[in-house]
Structures are given as structure tokens and as C-alpha cells.
């Protein structure tokens, strides 16, 4: 830790400057020391067990760097718009109103769209015959072009399309909620999401899912499996 303050101002400013200027040493000597291990250690051993020692070292490097930074900055540009837009149609019968809107968010990560869709439906009951006198739709969804996700310090780039959760409320009560979904499609993988949970990607050629159902018919290979009338398996080749 830093001395603390004692004798004059000066006298105490002088002290907190050389402590500064040791750190600054101190971080100039681990900093050259980790450029200088990375080569070595290529060479000795490139298995994933040593880059994953590499990584753990930069890691901690960086952030002892940020915490004892005595001048820190961040600049980024930014860019925002709002859209909105409104339909309203009325009769004896009742209202409908739908309301859009937009928020396009523009950035160096990236460029978001932030959709959201809201109807309200007021029927008169007087003149018509409904089993309800109120309905109501909200929903939301995204789209962003950018940084979607961290491969450790390296930016993942790729683009990311969510719906958000999707209500219906009737009369002042919640009847259905469709649960948030997204996908995200980067150079290397294509995710499917449900909440925060991977339920399938496609990466090296390859489809992986927990779980799936098949409505009709399945090729492996040669074979053609169905489920019409039973379970079929019939030699295609």
C-alpha cells in the first residue's frame, strides 16, 4: 500500500510520486516479462494446457494494470435514433390501437435495433357479442449487428436476433407467455437460445441439440427412417 501522508504537503506529495514511480516500474518489468515468456513457451509446450496459463497470466495483468492506473479514459462515439409509429381504427363495435416503435443504437461493438409491438382491442359489448371487453399484446425483439460475445479477450463478431417474451392479457389477466428466444450467427457457429440456455448450434460440419423431434421422415446416409404406420427403416443407397 502507499505510505500515508505525513510531514508538509510537499514533503507528502514527494512521497506518493515515488511510490507511483515504483509501481510503474514494477508493472513495466511484469508487463515485459509476460511478452518475453509467451515465445519461449510457444515453443516449449504449445498444448492447451500452457495457453491456458498464457491467457490466466494476461489476464491477471490487465486487471492489476486497470487497478492501479492513476489516469484511465474511455471515449466511444454514439449514435441513437427513435422511430414511432401509430394505427388507431374505431367503429360501433370498438377500438383497435397498434403502436410501433424503434430504437436503432449505433456504436464501435456494434449496431442494435430494439423492436417493440403493442395492440389494445376495446370491443363494445353492447353491440357485439365477445367473451371479452379487453385484449391486449406486447412483444419486443432485437437486432444487433457487432460484437455478440468474448472468445477471452478477443471480440466474437457475428449478428444476434431476439425475440423478447410475448404476453396476451385478457380482461387484466396474463393467459399466455411465449419465453425469450435468440439466435446468434457468427463466422464459426449458428446458436439457438432459449432464455439462457444453448438448445442447439451448428459448428465443423456438424448440428448438435439436446433434444429433438423428428414430424416426418429422417436420412442417415443410405437409410431412410419414417414413423408413418410404425417405425420404418428402409435401405436408400
Request: glycine share 6%; charged share 20%.
Amino acid at each position: 500500500m502507499p505510505p500515508m501522508p505525513s510531514g508538509s504537503p510537499s514533503e507528502a506529495l514527494t512521497r506518493q510520486y515515488v511510490y507511483l514511480c515504483q509501481m510503474a516500474k514494477q508493472l513495466n518489468l511484469a508487463e515485459t516479462q509476460v511478452r518475453e515468456a509467451i515465445p519461449a513457451a510457444a515453443a516449449k509446450a504449445p498444448g492447451l494446457a500452457k495457453q491456458a496459463e498464457l491467457q490466466e497470466q494476461y489476464q491477471n495483468l490487465k486487471a492489476l494494470i486497470i487497478k492501479t492506473a492513476d489516469t484511465v479514459r474511455a471515449e466511444m462515439d454514439r449514435i441513437t435514433a427513435e422511430l414511432n409509429g401509430t394505427y388507431v381504427a374505431q367503429s360501433e363495435f370498438g377500438s383497435y390501437v397498434e403502436q410501433l416503435s424503434l430504437y436503432l443504437e449505433a456504436n464501435p461493438e456494434a449496431v442494435t435495433q430494439y423492436y417493440k409491438f403493442a395492440s389494445d382491442l376495446q370491443a363494445n359489448l353492447d353491440r357485439v357479442d365477445a367473451d371479452f371487453s379487453a385484449w391486449r399484446t406486447e412483444t419486443g425483439g432485437y437486432i444487433r449487428t457487432g460484437i455478440v460475445a468474448w472468445d477471452g479477450e478477443v471480440p466474437v463478431y457475428g449478428v444476434a436476433v431476439g425475440q423478447d417474451l410475448t404476453t396476451h392479457e385478457v380482461d387484466g389477466e396474463t393467459v399466455v407467455d411465449q419465453r425469450q428466444f435468440r439466435s446468434t450467427f457468427t463466422a464459426n457457429r449458428l446458436s439457438f437460445w432459449q432464455d439462457e440456455t444453448e438448445v442447439a448450434y451448428i459448428s465443423n460440419n456438424k448440428l448438435y441439440i439436446r433434444s429433438a423431434e423428428v414430424l416426418d421422415g429422417l436420412r442417415l446416409g443410405p437409410w431412410q427412417i419414417t414413423a408413418s404406420g410404425g417405425l420404418t427403416v428402409q435401405w436408400n443407397g
